[in-house]
């Protein structure tokens, strides 16, 4: 009896052992995780305003200039100095805001001439009076303004001989800004050169000079 007994008690642990095996293997059919879809593929969009690019403007520059000399000085064989001048030209930033702006640009004020620049008579019978524009006397262009530091004019800037064109005025980039406007004048001077010998004496002779085109250059 103690055997029956025995082999009893050690039947019940393989018993107990094939049923983990059965639940193990009744377990594998059951349903997988379930995963996320795949991404779907799309597109966004968007509308940003930008600030417009600054833009320099000129205005102001005269058709015509007059020259005379000082007091109505008469021409009397020596240098006879004459001039005249343009004054409320504007030269100006337009924009919103020039101080971030990548692309903005600085300015020069540029004069020129055509080649060999005189003062003639338009009258082909006398032309005792005509005279070219020398670089020994040349036709100096003063430019004269209020406007900040920024703002650089070259005294010696001038229109004679080889010298055609001249950059009286200008701004850099870098000094470029919203507020960059500059209202300025212009003087012109010439020399009536000694040893003339007009035909007619006593008379006033109508000279006119060289054409001067003026323009605003943007600059890097």
Same mark, same amino acid.
């Given at each position: 009896?103690?055997?029956?007994?025995?082999?009893?008690?050690?039947?019940?642990?393989?018993?107990?052992?094939?049923?983990?095996?059965?639940?193990?293997?009744?377990?594998?059919?059951?349903?997988?995780?379930?995963?996320?879809?795949?991404?779907?593929?799309?597109?966004?969009?968007?509308?940003?305003?930008?600030?417009?690019?600054?833009?320099?403007?000129?205005?102001?520059?005269?058709?015509?200039?007059?020259?005379?000399?000082?007091?109505?000085?008469?021409?009397?064989?020596?240098?006879?100095?004459?001039?005249?001048?343009?004054?409320?030209?504007?030269?100006?930033?337009?924009?919103?805001?020039?101080?971030?702006?990548?692309?903005?640009?600085?300015? /020069?004020? *540029?004069?020129? !001439?055509? @080649? =060999?620049?005189?003062?003639?008579?338009?009258? %082909?019978?006398? #032309?005792?009076?005509?005279?070219?524009?020398?670089?020994?006397?040349?036709?100096?262009?003063?430019?004269?303004?209020?406007?900040?530091?920024?703002?650089?004019?070259?005294?010696?800037?001038?229109?004679?001989?080889?010298?055609?064109?001249?950059?009286?005025?200008?701004? /850099?980039? *870098?000094?470029? !800004?919203? @507020? =960059?406007?500059?209202?300025?004048?212009?003087? %012109?001077?010439? #020399?009536?050169?000694?040893?003339?010998?007009?035909?007619?004496?006593?008379?006033?002779?109508?000279?006119?000079?060289?054409?001067?085109?003026?323009?605003?250059?943007?600059?890097?």
């Amino acid at each position: 009896m103690n055997k029956k007994k025995i082999f009893a008690a050690i039947a019940a642990p393989f018993a107990i052992v094939g049923l983990i095996s059965a639940l193990t293997v009744t377990s594998a059919g059951f349903a997988a995780v379930p995963t996320a879809p795949e991404g779907v593929p799309g597109t966004t969009s968007s509308s940003v305003g930008t600030k417009p690019q600054c833009a320099w403007t000129l205005a102001g520059v005269e058709a015509t200039m007059a020259l005379v000399s000082e007091g109505d000085a008469l021409y009397s064989g020596i240098d006879l100095a004459i001039a005249g001048s343009d004054s409320d030209i504007s030269a100006s930033v337009s924009g919103t805001d020039c101080a971030w702006y990548e692309y903005k640009k600085g300015a /020069t004020i *540029t004069i020129d !001439t055509p @080649a =060999s620049p005189k003062f003639t008579i338009n009258d %082909v019978s006398d #032309t005792t009076m005509d005279f070219d524009l020398t670089e020994l006397k040349p036709m100096s262009l003063a430019i004269t303004h209020a406007c900040g530091p920024e703002f650089v004019d070259d005294a010696t800037a001038s229109i004679g001989g080889a010298l055609i064109s001249a950059e009286p005025f200008s701004i /850099t980039k *870098t000094a470029t !800004t919203t @507020a =960059s406007t500059c209202t300025y004048a212009m003087s %012109v001077g010439a #020399t009536v050169p000694a040893g003339k010998s007009p035909k007619n004496a006593g008379s006033s002779y109508a000279l006119v000079g060289p054409a001067l085109t003026t323009t605003l250059t943007l600059v890097d």
